[in-house]
T-cell receptor
Framework: DAGVIQSPRHEVTEMGQEVTLRCKPISGHNSLFWYRQTMMRGLELLIYFNNNVPIDDSGMPEDRFSAKMPNASFSTLKIQPSEPRDSAVYFC??????????????FGDGTRLSIL | GNSVTQMEGPVTLSEEAFLTINCTYTATGYPSLFWYVQYPGEGLQLLLKATKADDKGSNKGFEATYRKETTSFHLEKGSVQVSDSAVYFCALRGAAGNKLTFGGGTRVLVKP
């Protein structure tokens, strides 16, 4: 079975540029999560969606960050304009949440973002 | 709010040694507890879980028991291998929600 697929795996760009990270969740999963991982702050939840609707975006650091989920099989995390302090590894995860209980989250391999 | 505290690393040990990584949590109600493992350059993978008190999760020789009286979920393995070198994260999911709260991660290095 295909897992969570993220692209690109690596992104290097100059500050001020727009960055778009992409995620394809596992088919059948209805919850999607965006995380950021840095040495200083560890693993932080940025936003999560349930049935394509943003449920909690309290972790989104600034208005420069935005996330969309136009359908059940695709999500984007956009940073505009990007800054050097946005450099991190960004993970997408998905899971199934149902009346019978919540299943564990499955993570993609991440996008390593470097802003110069 | 919910929080997870795990021992800081790095933890360095020899092959076949016994591994323990301590994890304690603060949460209301009855959370579910997880251990995830992250190998270099990869995302987090679920290692094991426990959903109620006294449950024991186990996988690949690793075990952890959900202890509500001590609010702990310590990870153990009796004989580690070099391939167990990774970062291990303890996490909880609140009883009413879908979000995971992670500990800071513990890096484990196993030397041959």
């Amino acid at each position: 079975d295909a897992g969570v697929i993220q692209s690109p795996r690596h992104e290097v760009t100059e500050m001020g540029q727009e960055v778009t990270l992409r995620c394809k969740p596992i088919s059948g999963h209805n919850s999607l999560f965006w995380y950021r991982q840095t040495m200083m702050r560890g693993l932080e939840l940025l936003i999560y969606f349930n049935n394509n609707v943003p449920i909690d975006d309290s972790g989104m650091p600034e208005d420069r960050f935005s996330a969309k989920m136009p359908n059940a099989s695709f999500s984007t995390l956009k940073i505009q304009p990007s800054e050097p302090r946005d450099s991190a590894v960004y993970f997408c995860a998905s899971s199934f949440q149902g009346t019978g209980g919540n299943q564990p989250q499955h993570f993609g391999d991440g996008t390593r973002l470097s802003i110069l | 709010g919910n929080s997870v505290t795990q021992m800081e690393g790095p933890v360095t040990l020899s092959e076949e040694a016994f591994l323990t990584i301590n994890c304690t949590y603060t949460a209301t109600g009855y959370p579910s507890l997880f251990w995830y493992v992250q190998y270099p350059g990869e995302g987090l993978q679920l290692l094991l879980k426990a959903t109620k008190a006294d449950d024991k999760g186990s996988n690949k020789g690793f075990e952890a028991t959900y202890r509500k009286e001590t609010t702990s979920f310590h990870l153990e393995k009796g004989s580690v291998q070099v391939s167990d070198s990774a970062v291990y994260f303890c996490a909880l999911r609140g009883a009413a929600g879908n979000k995971l709260t992670f500990g800071g991660g513990t890096r484990v290095l196993v030397k041959p």
